[in-house]
């Protein structure tokens, strides 16, 4: 199936500092690419992986699993490993868990976590029927564009495979259990008010991982899908003084970059 316009990746080669955003749950690359061409503007090497069976049509998300989505982000991080010298992960709900992952998984290889409403928990009665309702059940209702912007608009599915959602159930589970193993400085950003993930599951993440340089930012004006709402402007801020925080380099790159167009 062709990619849906916007939907597709988005990758830039910069200096020797690399970021890579993992998108969320039925959604799209559409949701980061303003942070990662904000980034790429700042002369860091950017990564925005489409994750399998998204940006097409929801029965391509049927499909999938946890297991595809996680690998694809894995290969990508390797690749930025290979490339740049510092690497941050960042995500945007189920984009944060799987960041939360790779952290886990790839230690002092990631220099940094910045993650946006991370979703933790799929909640309410229904999810402990998952098991046997995707047998019954092919699809729910969608969960895109949770946005408090009038103009704001996410490029996601319309109905969510019930497949899909229970391998995305049992990452949760997995990635609740790897979060002790987590110690990298985390920026957390969450909207207190957020219809697709409560704020409970930020407050999970923040009370389980091991890291010791932690910031918790409230996004007051935002609903969950605020790397498109009216707090995007401070994620991407807060996200780069995080980045050239840690990484002092990547400034030197923004005033190449800026150099070499003339800004």
């Not at 699809?139 to 895109?144: D, R, S, V």
Request: glycine share 8%.
């Amino acid at each position: 199936m062709p990619v849906l316009p916007g939907a597709e990746p988005y990758r830039h080669e910069g200096g020797e500092i690399g970021v890579l955003l993992c998108h969320g749950f039925t959604g799209s690359p559409q949701s980061m690419r303003p942070w990662a061409e904000y980034l790429a503007e700042r002369g860091l090497t950017v990564s925005l992986p489409l994750l399998p069976g998204h940006g097409t049509r929801w029965q391509d998300l049927q499909i999938t699993g946890w297991q595809d989505w996680y690998a694809e982000v894995d290969r990508e991080l390797r690749a930025l490993l290979d490339r740049c010298t510092r690497v941050f992960v960042f995500g945007l709900s189920m984009g944060g868990a799987l960041a939360l992952r790779l952290a886990a998984k790839h230690g002092s290889d990631v220099q940094g976590i910045v993650v946006v409403n991370p979703a933790n928990k799929v909640h309410g009665l229904a999810a402990h029927a998952l098991p046997v309702a995707r047998h019954l059940v092919r699809t729910t209702k969608g969960i895109a564009s949770d946005i408090a912007k009038e103009t704001g608009v996410e490029i996601g599915y319309e109905r969510v495979p019930l497949h899909a959602a229970h391998s995305l159930r049992r990452f949760f589970r997995l990635v609740d259990s790897e979060l002790p193993q987590v110690t990298q400085p985390l920026l957390l950003l969450h909207s207190p008010q957020d219809h697709v993930v409560p704020p409970a599951d930020s407050a999970r993440v923040l009370s389980r991982v091991s890291s010791t340089d932690v910031t918790e930012t409230l996004l007051e004006q935002s609903f969950h899908v605020a790397t498109l709402d009216h707090d995007a402007d401070r994620i991407f801020e807060d996200s780069y003084a995080f980045v050239t925080g840690l990484a002092p380099s990547a400034d030197k790159a923004a005033d190449k970059e800026g150099a070499s167009t003339g800004d």
